[in-house]
């Protein structure tokens, strides 16, 4: 069982790391820990995909010298989709960050709780 975990030690700090970011995600009521969750989480995905996409001796798919036999090659497509996550993440992340400074600037807290009572007190007061 251990010598199980040892050979696939990537993958297991990946699903520990995931479930940090989503325990993170679920238990705090901050809006930041929870954005910070979520990138541990996007971190996780994407190293689980990079162990995954890496197989021992073999080269990168450049292929040079004429030399086109696929087993010789690692497949680059684990690779596209990893650059493809972090750059979605890294927007994602900003679209977020911005709304959490103007939902700051309008409450004064990040407290998610705090913010819901204040909004659902606007609510009866309009109504």
């Known amino acids: 069982m251990l010598s199980i975990l040892w050979n696939n030690r990537i993958q297991v700090v990946a699903v520990?790391?995931?479930?940090?970011?989503?325990?993170?995600?679920?238990?705090?009521?901050?809006?930041?820990?929870?954005?910070?969750?979520?990138?541990?989480?996007?971190?996780?995905?994407?190293?689980?995909?990079t162990s995954l996409g890496f197989i021992e001796g073999r080269l990168s798919p450049i292929v040079s010298g004429g030399n086109t036999d696929p087993a010789l090659y690692v497949n680059p497509l684990p690779a596209g989709l990893v650059l493809t996550g972090i750059v979605v993440s890294v927007s994602v992340t900003a679209v977020i960050l911005a709304l959490s400074m103007r939902l700051y600037r309008r409450y004064r807290t990040l407290n998610l709780d705090e913010i819901y009572r204040m909004v659902h007190r606007e609510q009866e007061e309009e109504d």
């Open 16 to 49: 520990v790391l995931f479930a940090v970011g989503l325990t993170t995600l679920l238990l705090h009521k901050n809006l930041l820990k929870k954005i910070i969750g979520l990138n541990i989480m996007d971190t996780a995905s994407y190293l689980f995909l």
